[in-house]
């Protein structure tokens, strides 16, 4: 039978048991119907054969089977399982959910968003509806107050036209789309910057709710609702836990309790599976509380930043002003998320309580009365009893052991079975022993195991995979522990909830043993290395091939069609500037050049000397 005809066979299987189920008066949802045909089949009693097509017989005695244990209202089982089946429909992560309501958002602002960017407004009238509109946008997204309210309306529109005056539409238009939704989830931002701090200066704020407050009264009640519904859980526990451990340890000749020891361990599994969902429920809350304070926190400082931006100066620039009131907009977004977020979780506990089948089993007075003159520890209590208990490595060298003075991150171990003990609750038929992780963590096929006593942990350690495969056969019988004790990767078909957890559930990796290694440094100065060095003598023989190759070659190219003017060069020069200067003009005649001769000085005949003065002269006009 193929994948298609296999997955059709078990629709038509589902839609038949959902038909009788309602015609007896049960209307129950596909997946819970689902989980319980796989738990049908895979029950070892019911002696089905996965590895051959079900016969007719086989599709009517599977029915009959999975009607029979949906319509027993009595079972402990079956309200574990709705448990189950519910949280799984009905709780979220953390970032899941945020995101979902990002999602959520975004939808419903789709319509209003594309009536805006589409527009091509050209009258007077299509402008200001188009105004209008993104006005309606704006109030949508900040979702602070209610559309309907008129001094909501006139506030944002007052607020919107001090950033975004009607003048500027045109510009907005002439926009692309994309840059048109951007800017519009920027002033969705600012105005809504806007409107908290008017409302926080007294001066505005019509609509808007006081968040923080709000939050500051619903965190830490959810808490202590949550932490008082986890005690009482947790209390019922330890009272099943220990009136099985004493069922466990009677003589057959002692008389029988009135309970079937069978109900009170399907019993315990209800009341442990809605412990581990409130833990759950409870981490979220912390961290939503965690959440909520370092919002309020930069909240707080981003509005005294602001108000001393504002009131210090008459003139503000608006790179100066707009970066606030943006965060201002987005940590109020966040406080939203938070609220929603706490809403969700609230929600999810009532639900869970009504399918705690555990506190109706046994009466208050019927558990007192049969816990009368017996003990009951807590999982502290058990822990502290064996705190001195110690695995002995030595004792047991062909198993690998973590303790936490030698693991890193030992507190954030997956702990298969939930930390429940392995040993007892094969030894002791499904019944639920807290581990004690100081012991020692056995680390078997990549799997860490904690166990209840030092004995059980040698025990459970010397025939680890028979044990193992023994609890996945007594997960088959009773199939409320395939999600109680996450064994997920025995049964693939169900999912795990630990995957399904915020950024501080993921598992974190065991680190026992570690690999270390240093590198010396070669050139701790750049400048003493030598690029063109070359160690390898086949290297340098390429090289030189290389060079005398290229003697004989020649470089040829050629343009084409496809590659000719692909790429378009320009050039930005100043033209030289004609420039002059007037300066002193030089004038200049030419007269003649004085000559005068003296003849006579040399003496002659006579002893006296005469001297003549010639003037040799030139005349002017000559």
Request: proline share 4%; with cysteine.
């Amino acid at each position: 039978m193929s994948s298609t005809q296999a997955e059709s066979v078990i629709r038509n299987i589902i839609r038949e048991i959902a038909q009788t189920c309602l015609s007896r008066g049960q209307s129950l949802s596909e997946t819970l119907i689902a989980f319980m045909v796989k738990a049908v089949v895979l029950d070892p009693r019911n002696h089905f054969n996965v590895d051959r097509t079900l016969t007719k017989q086989d599709v009517q005695k599977l029915i009959e089977l999975c009607v029979d244990r949906l319509l027993d209202q009595t079972s402990p089982t079956l309200h574990t399982i709705k448990m189950q089946v519910y949280f799984d429909m009905n709780y979220t992560s953390r970032r899941e959910f945020l995101e979902m309501q990002q999602k959520v958002l975004q939808s419903r602002l789709l319509s209003v968003s594309r009536e805006i960017t589409d527009c091509r407004a050209k009258t007077r009238e299509d402008l200001q509806s188009l105004y209008s509109r993104i006005v309606s946008y704006v109030m949508q997204r900040s979702n602070l107050g209610s559309a309907t309210d008129i001094n909501a309306v006139r506030e944002t529109t007052a607020a919107l036209q001090s950033v975004f005056p009607q003048s500027q539409l045109a510009t907005f238009m002439s926009l692309l789309k994309q840059d048109k939704e951007k800017q519009l989830t920027q002033l969705s931002l600012i105005v809504s910057g806007i409107r908290l701090f008017n409302k926080d200066s007294n001066k505005g704020g019509e609509g808007i709710q006081n968040l923080p407050a709000i939050l500051n009264e619903a965190v830490p009640a959810a808490v202590t609702d949550v932490e008082s519904e986890l005690a009482g859980a947790q209390r019922l526990a330890w009272q099943y836990t220990a009136l099985l451990e004493q069922i466990s340890e009677q003589d057959t000749g002692r008389p029988e309790h009135p309970v079937h020891p069978d109900l009170l361990k399907q019993a315990l599994y209800n009341t442990r599976q809605h412990e581990a969902f409130l833990k759950f429920i409870l981490a979220d809350i912390i961290l939503c509380s965690k959440e909520v304070t370092r919002l309020q926190s930069d909240l707080v400082t981003r509005m005294t930043l602001l108000r001393e931006t504002v009131h210090t100066n008459t003139t503000v620039p608006t790179s100066q002003v707009f970066p606030h009131f943006t965060a201002v907009a987005t940590l109020w977004a966040g406080l939203e998320g938070e609220m929603l977020l706490l809403s969700m979780l609230t929600n999810v506990v009532p639900g869970l309580r009504a399918f705690l089948s555990a506190q109706t089993l046994l009466s208050p007075e019927q558990l007192e009365l049969l816990l009368h003159g017996l003990q009951v520890p807590t999982d502290t209590d058990r822990s502290s009893v064996t705190a001195e208990e110690r695995i002995v490595e030595s004792e047991m060298r062909s198993c690998e052991w973590c303790f936490p003075e030698s693991t890193t991150n030992f507190e954030h171990v997956p702990l298969q079975y939930k930390g429940f003990c392995g040993f007892t609750l094969v030894k002791k038929n499904g019944l639920l022993l807290p581990g004690n992780p100081n012991i020692g963590v056995l680390k078997h096929k990549e799997r860490y195991y904690a166990f209840s006593s030092k004995s059980a942990a040698y025990e459970f350690a010397s025939k680890a995979d028979e044990f193992t495969a023994a609890v996945v056969e007594l997960a088959k019988r009773t199939p409320e522990l395939i999600q109680l004790l996450q064994l997920h990767q025995e049964f693939a078909s169900v999912t795990p909830y630990s995957e399904m957890q915020s950024g501080q559930k993921l598992l974190v990796k065991v680190i026992s043993k570690s690999d270390s290694s240093t590198q010396t440094e070669i050139h701790p100065l750049e400048t003493n290395i030598v690029k063109s060095y070359e160690w390898n003598e086949w290297e340098l023989r390429r090289k030189a091939i290389k060079l005398a190759n290229l003697r004989n070659k020649v470089t040829r190219s050629m343009q084409t069609d496809l590659s000719h003017m692909r790429r378009h060069n320009s050039t930005q020069t100043f033209l030289p500037k004609d420039a002059g200067s007037q300066t002193k003009r030089d004038g200049e005649s030419n007269v003649p050049k004085p000559q005068v001769y003296l003849c006579g000085l040399r003496g002659g005949t006579s002893t006296d000397t005469h001297m003549t003065k010639v003037d040799l002269t030139r005349a002017v006009d000559e």
